[in-house]
Structures are given as C-alpha cells and as structure tokens.
C-alpha cells in the first residue's frame, strides 16, 4: 500500500494491541467476535428449529431442510468474494492502525467500498437471475425441493449487497480491534432475525421464503445502523471513495485478500461437489448435511472469534515490528484452544443423538444424523487450530501459505467422496481432510518462526 505521512500521536479510535497484557488484548477482540459467531450459531439453530416444523403450514420439513441446505451454498460462495476484500481491508487497516497512520486508514476503507461494491453486483445479478442454473447443479429430482431452493436463492440474493456492505463494515472495525461495535449492531440484526424467523416462516405460512425474508429484513436493519454511524461524528474512518480513490490501493486489496477469497470459494465448490454426492443419497442426507453443519458451530464460532483476534493482534503488532509479541500471542491462543477443542470433541460424540434430536424426530434422519456427528466429532481440534492459525498467518499478510492448504485439503474430498460406498464414507472423508488441514498449518507456522530466528539471529551477527 502507498504510505502516507505517518501520524505519531495514537489513533484514538482503536484498541492498541501492541502494548499490555497479551491474554487481556486477546480476549477484548477475540470475545465480541465470539459472541457475535454465538449469536450468529443461535440465529442458524433457530432458523432450522422453525423450518423444520413447516409442516404445521403445509410443507415437508425435510424438503424445506434440504431446499435451503442446497440454496445455502450460494451466499457461502458469496462470502468467499466478501473475504477478497474483507480480509485485505482488516489486515492492511490493522497494520496502519500499529504505525498509528490515519490517512492510510481511511484510504483503505474507501478503495475497499469500491471494491466491494463491484464484487456484490455481480453476486446479486447471477443469483438473482441465474439461480435456476446453481440449483440444477445438484440434479435433485424433489420438485417441491428445487422450486423452494430457487425461491430462496431469488429473495436473498436480490439483497445481496446488505451482506456484502456489512462485512465491509465490519472488517474495518476488526482491523481497528473494535470487535465490540461488530457484536453489537450485527447482534442487533441476528435478535431481529429470530424475531421475524416464526412469523415470517410460520405466522405468515410463508415456509422458506420467510426464512429468506427475515435474513435480508435484519440485514438490512443492521445495515442502516452501520450507515448512520458513518454519516455522524463517532465514525471510525472518514469513507470518501471520490477523495481517496486509488487503483494501488484497491489493487494491494484484492491482492492480500484474494488467496483467502479464492480459498473460501474453492473450498464451496468443493462443498458442492461434495455435496452432489451427498444429495445422490436423497433429502434425508442433505438434511443431516445442513443440520450437522450448524451443530459444527460448537467448533468453528470460538475458532473465528480468535481468528479475528489474531489476525488484529498479529497485524498491529507486526506493523508496530513486535515479532516477539506475535509468537506469544498465537503461543496463548494454542493454550486456550486445545483443552476447548477436546471437550467439543466428547460432546460431539457422546451426546451425538441428543444434540441432533433437538432440530429433527424422524427416526432415520435422526439415526443418520447421529452418525454424522460422531464421525466429524474427530475433527473439531483441528478446525479449530486451522481456523486460529490461518488469522495469524493473515495478520502477517501471508495469506498464501494458509489458503493453499485449505484448497489442497479440500480437494482431496472430491476423489474420496467419489469412491464412497456409503453416507459414512462421505462423512470420513470430510472429518479426516479436517486433521490433515489443521495438523500441516501448525506445523508451517511453527516453523515459520523456527525460520526467522535464524534469520533474526544471522542479520544480529552481520549487525556486530
């Protein structure tokens, strides 16, 4: 990024992370985070808790399960473009936020917003208009499941730049360490969400499409609250595209951002072949599929909470040149982790059928989704440690090296999901691809380290 004239005197409008108590300054990002994931996993349980009983107006559950299970996969490909810019807008925000260097801040911002408009425009004109075709990929043969996925995939992507804006909006604050607006205006539009899921879905009888309804509603709400933060004094950043423009600048963006977008758009086209596969096995498999994923979120929202953190604390710590600090940071988070990691574990696989009946009662999803569970038990400590590791490789602005063995791992599904003779098969294939992910990136990590004290060392001696 071009660097303007550096401002010596502490932004006052983020949470310094290169001086204090390491544990302290990770948990005040890493918690907000945390909660905000809580409420988003509290949000996803409700919205499948009142799918699952449109039957009370008229529909199948588990149609209705597996039509916004296959829809879903949509705006995860979509988070995937968000991340291009996202990911460059937080990490490069927090770096300048460590040299106290404003301008940069708000050049960052600005260019971001353009970018992120560009990428939203295109999302919202291929779901809006092509849905048919992304739904036909799966090659369901339930009518009643592709005409509720298109209408779903129809609504929310329509909105789609409510989803796009906010995630904006909220790497800004991530990069500046202030997680605890994120929790608090998005926590707000996931409240509105479970509020308006029941009437929507049931009150009104109008099933998936009021799923879809009360997630572009809250969206929005959230949205216009982020906007009139923006528009008052207490912005974070001055957002002026017409002032800031600049084609570097969006460029070193979409540059840093892209290896983790391109990553999370692989590894959706992934998911969808996967989940082809899986859809060959009937509704019943793509509903365990979509149940079993939420019920992951046990693993995967702690691990993005401290994802977040690292990827702050590292990337102001790095830009303030405290490497040391680094290390120890990421050493704190590894402590913190495991031991939480273990217990997902044995829940997960000791309390499988509890856990799945509180979504769904029909005797062979419920069996089928206990297996599911008990299989991708295995996995949880090592999402969570890939998740962790990949937001200190991102605060370091490596985001290659983690994005690369995230699309690797996920590759290695297809061939295997293929060779499956059986749901389970299919379930081994993911939970295994998981250890292998989140064994290779601690590894690389560590002896990322290993590597620069040599390298630290040998420019000390040169030094002398």
Same mark, same amino acid.
């Given at each position: 990024?071009?660097?303007?004239?550096?401002?010596?005197?502490?932004?006052?409008?983020?949470?310094?992370?290169?001086?204090?108590?390491?544990?302290?300054?990770?948990?005040?990002?890493?918690?907000?985070?945390?909660?905000?994931?809580?409420?988003?996993?509290?949000?996803?349980?409700?919205?499948?808790?009142?799918?699952?009983?449109?039957?009370?107006?008229?529909?199948?559950?588990?149609?209705?399960?597996?039509?916004?299970?296959?829809?879903?996969?949509?705006?995860?490909?979509?988070?995937?473009?968000?991340?291009?810019?996202?990911?460059?807008?937080?990490?490069?925000?927090?770096?300048?936020?460590? %040299?106290?260097? /404003?301008?940069? #801040?708000?050049?960052?911002?600005?260019? !971001? $917003?353009?970018? &992120?408009?560009?990428? @939203?425009?295109?999302?919202?004109?291929?779901?809006?208009?092509?849905?048919?075709?992304?739904?036909?990929?799966?090659?369901?043969?339930?009518?009643?499941?592709?005409?509720?996925?298109?209408?779903?995939?129809?609504?929310?992507?329509?909105?789609?730049?409510?989803?796009?804006?906010?995630?904006?909006?909220?790497?800004?604050?991530?990069?500046?360490?202030?997680?605890?607006?994120?929790?608090?205006?998005?926590?707000?539009?996931?409240?509105?969400?479970?509020?308006?899921?029941?009437?929507?879905?049931?009150?009104?009888?109008?099933?998936?499409?009021?799923?879809?309804?009360?997630?572009?509603?809250?969206?929005?709400?959230?949205?216009?609250?982020?906007?009139?933060?923006?528009?008052?004094?207490?912005?974070?950043?001055?957002?002026?595209?017409?002032?800031?423009?600049?084609? %570097?600048?969006? /460029?070193?963006? #979409?540059?840093?951002?892209?290896?983790? !977008? $391109?990553?999370? &758009?692989?590894?959706? @086209?992934?998911?969808?072949?996967?989940?082809?596969?899986?859809?060959?096995?009937?509704?019943?498999?793509?509903?365990?599929?979509?149940?079993?994923?939420?019920?992951?979120?046990?693993?995967?929202?702690?691990?993005?909470?401290?994802?977040?953190?690292?990827?702050?604390?590292?990337?102001?710590?790095?830009?303030?040149?405290?490497?040391?600090r680094v290390k120890m940071g990421y050493e704190t988070s590894l402590r913190m982790l495991v031991p939480y990691g273990?217990?997902?574990?044995?829940?997960?696989?000791?309390?499988?059928?509890?856990?799945?009946?509180?979504?769904?009662?029909?005797?062979?999803?419920?069996?089928?989704?206990?297996?599911?569970?008990?299989?991708?038990?295995?996995?949880?400590?090592?999402?969570?440690?890939?998740?962790?590791?990949?937001?200190?490789?991102?605060?370091?602005?490596?985001?290659?090296?983690?994005?690369?063995?995230?699309?690797?791992?996920?590759?290695?599904?297809?061939?295997?999901?293929?060779?499956?003779?059986?749901?389970?098969?299919?379930?081994?294939?993911?939970?295994?691809?998981?250890?292998?992910?989140?064994?290779?990136?601690?590894?690389?990590?560590?002896?990322?380290?290993?590597?620069?004290?040599?390298?630290?060392?040998?420019?000390?001696?040169?030094?002398?």
């Amino acid at each position: 990024m071009a660097q303007s004239t550096i401002h010596k005197r502490p932004m006052k409008k983020k949470i310094d992370l290169t001086t204090g108590n390491i544990l302290m300054k990770l948990l005040i990002v890493a918690i907000p985070t945390l909660l905000t994931s809580l409420a988003q996993m509290a949000y996803n349980l409700t919205d499948m808790f009142w799918v699952a009983r449109v039957d009370r107006v008229g529909f199948s559950p588990t149609e209705a399960v597996a039509a916004i299970g296959t829809a879903g996969f949509l705006p995860w490909f979509g988070i995937g473009m968000i991340m291009i810019v996202k990911v460059g807008v937080s990490v490069y925000t927090s770096q300048a936020a460590g %040299k106290n260097d /404003k301008e940069s #801040v708000n050049r960052i911002a600005s260019n !971001g $917003l353009l970018a &992120m408009l560009a990428l @939203s425009l295109v999302y919202v004109i291929y779901g809006r208009y092509f849905n048919h075709h992304f739904v036909g990929l799966f090659n369901i043969e339930n009518d009643n499941v592709v005409v509720m996925a298109q209408s779903y995939l129809k609504i929310v992507t329509t909105f789609g730049f409510f989803l796009f804006a906010l995630n904006l909006f909220n790497g800004i604050y991530d990069g500046l360490g202030k997680t605890i607006n994120t929790f608090y205006i998005m926590g707000t539009g996931l409240l509105l969400n479970m509020v308006l899921d029941p009437l929507f879905i049931l009150g009104l009888g109008w099933g998936v499409e009021g799923a879809a309804y009360a997630t572009v509603v809250s969206q929005g709400v959230a949205l216009l609250v982020y906007l009139f933060i923006y528009a008052s004094k207490r912005r974070p950043v001055v957002m002026n595209p017409f002032r800031y423009f600049n084609v %570097k600048a969006i /460029k070193d963006i #979409v540059f840093l951002g892209f290896p983790v !977008g $391109l990553q999370s &758009m692989f590894m959706t @086209s992934i998911s969808i072949v996967v989940g082809v596969v899986v859809a060959s096995y009937g509704d019943i498999a793509m509903s365990v599929a979509r149940i079993g994923s939420q019920i992951e979120a046990l693993s995967w929202m702690v691990a993005a909470g401290f994802q977040v953190a690292l990827s702050a604390f590292v990337g102001q710590n790095y830009g303030a040149g405290k490497m040391l600090r680094v290390k120890m940071g990421y050493e704190t988070s590894l402590r913190m982790l495991v031991p939480y990691g273990l217990a997902v574990n044995a829940l997960l696989f000791f309390f499988a059928r509890p856990l799945f009946g509180i979504f769904i009662s029909e005797e062979e999803t419920l069996r089928v989704g206990t297996e599911y569970l008990r299989i991708i038990s295995l996995s949880q400590i090592f999402m969570i440690l890939e998740m962790m590791t990949a937001g200190a490789f991102n605060g370091l602005g490596k985001t290659v090296i983690p994005s690369t063995i995230s699309m690797v791992g996920n590759a290695l599904r297809i061939p295997f999901a293929y060779m499956a003779v059986s749901m389970a098969g299919i379930w081994w294939t993911i939970s295994l691809s998981s250890v292998f992910k989140g064994s290779l990136m601690v590894v690389l990590f560590v002896t990322y380290f290993y590597l620069y004290r040599l390298r630290r060392s040998r420019d000390l001696i040169l030094e002398n």
